[in-house]
């Protein structure tokens, strides 16, 4: 069994910074064949904001290019998204998504972050 857990959520100013972490137990993250961020925001779809591969290949979604960045650490089997620049359409509830296979995935809990001044 896999339990991811995302931390590192909050308030913060326009423009202000925060790095969400999700951290997992179970198996090991360097398994895993992709790793994804996705947000939700009240009302709105769950939304793919950012993944990367085994091979480290990352991708993005238009309105993040430039601010957010995906990095894993296999070691600590972490997942990591350092979000600058924020702004106040990027509030939403944010979830990690592991994937080791086909129907082999697993979500975190969820962190809310909240940009308003």
């Known amino acids: 069994q896999v339990q991811l857990v995302e931390s590192g959520g909050g308030l913060v100013q326009p423009g202000g910074s925060l790095r969400l972490s999700c951290a997992a137990s179970g198996r090991f993250f360097k398994n895993a064949v992709v790793m994804e961020w996705y947000r939700q925001a009240p009302g709105k779809q769950r939304e793919l904001v950012a993944a990367i591969t085994s091979g480290g290949t990352t991708s993005y979604v238009d309105s993040v290019k430039g601010r957010f960045t995906i990095s894993r650490e296999d070691a600590k089997n972490t997942l990591y998204l350092q979000m600058n620049s924020l702004k106040p359409e990027d509030t939403a509830v944010y979830y990690c998504?592991?994937?080791?296979?086909?129907?082999?995935?697993?979500w975190g809990q969820g962190t809310q972050v909240t940009v308003s001044s």
């Open positions: 998504n592991v994937q080791f296979g086909f129907r082999d995935l697993y």
